[in-house]
C-alpha cells in the first residue's frame, strides 16, 4: 500500500499548485494560509499535517513551514503544480486503466481533448508547457549544443523548437549557423522575444505552423527534440516522410529506450499522448520505411542521443 496510496503525491501536488511552501516562509498558520489561498482552513489544516506526518513540512505550535523536502517542491513545480500543463497531464493516470483497455490517450479521455488541442485553446497551458520544456532542458541544452557538429548545418529548423530555447543554445554556440523555429503561433510569438534578448534576431526566426504541414524548405537540417516519443507510429511516419521531402538531414534527439528512458516514461507518453518511448532500433526501422538511413547516433547529453537521418 506504499507505493499504492495517492494520499501523500496528491497533498504534495496541491501543496505545490497553492504555493504553501513559500507562502508559509518562515512559519504560518492555516488560518493565515487558508486566507491567502482561498481555501478552507479546517481541510487546509489537515491537508499540512499529513505533509508533516510524511517529513515534506514541519509543525511548531499552530505554524507550519516547509522542511527540506518541502522546500524542493519549488525546484519542481512545472510537473507538481496541476494548474500547468504537466502537472494537469499527470492527473489523467487516473484514467490508465481507460488506456490499456482501448490503447488510446487517457487524457483526451479525461479533459475531452488531446494534450495539444488543450494547448491551443488555453494560451496559459502552452506558455506553462513551453516553460516546462525549457526547464526540463537546463541542462541538457548546453550539452546538447556542444557536443554535436550543428557547425556543419548552414540553416538548421527546429521542428516544434516551442519558445526557441535549444534553437538559442545551439545559434549561441556555433556562430556560423542560422535557424528558425516552427511552432504554433504564441510559441513563435515567444522564440521571437527569446531571440531578441539574447541577440540573435540576425540569425534566427520563427515560423508560425505544424511539422504535419509540407516544412519550409532549404534548410541543412531539420531537428526533432522530443517529438516522436509524443506520438504513435503512423504519425511518426508523417512526421518523418514529411522531414524527407526536404531533402535536409533530420536530427532525432530523444531519451531512447535503453538509454536514458525507463518504463515509467513510457507509460506516461502512452497516458497523455498515445506515444511510446523507442529503441534506436525501433526509431531506425520507422525511419528506414520513410526512405530515411541511420547515418549516425552520438550521445549528446546525460540522458539523450542524436540520431542523424538521411
Known sequence: MALADLATPMSIRVAATLGLAERAGDGATAERLAAETGTSASALGRLLDHLVTVGIFERDGD????????????DFLPLLDIARAGGRAELAFVELLQTVTTGESAYAHRYGRDFWDDLDVNPELRRSFDAQMAWRFQAQRPQIAERFDWSRFPRIVDLGGGDGNLLTAILLAHPTVRGDVLDYGDSATAAVRRFAAAGLS???GAISGS??????AGADAYV???????????????ILTACRNTSGAVIVIEAVRGLGVGTAMDLSMLMCFGGRERTIDELSALAAE?????RAATP??????ALEFG
Open 211 to 216: 511539422f504535419f504541414d509540407p516544412l519550409p
Open 290 to 294: 520513410c526512405g530515411l538511413r541511420l
Open 300 to 305: 549528446v547529453a546525460h540522458d539523450r542521443t
Open 63 to 74: 505554524r507550519y513551514r516547509a522542511g527540506e523536502l518541502g522546500r524542493q517542491i519549488r
Open 224 to 238: 526533432l527534440c522530443d517529438i516522436l516519443h509524443d506520438w504513435d507510429d503512423d504519425s511518426v511516419r508523417k
Open 202 to 204: 540576425d540569425r534566427a
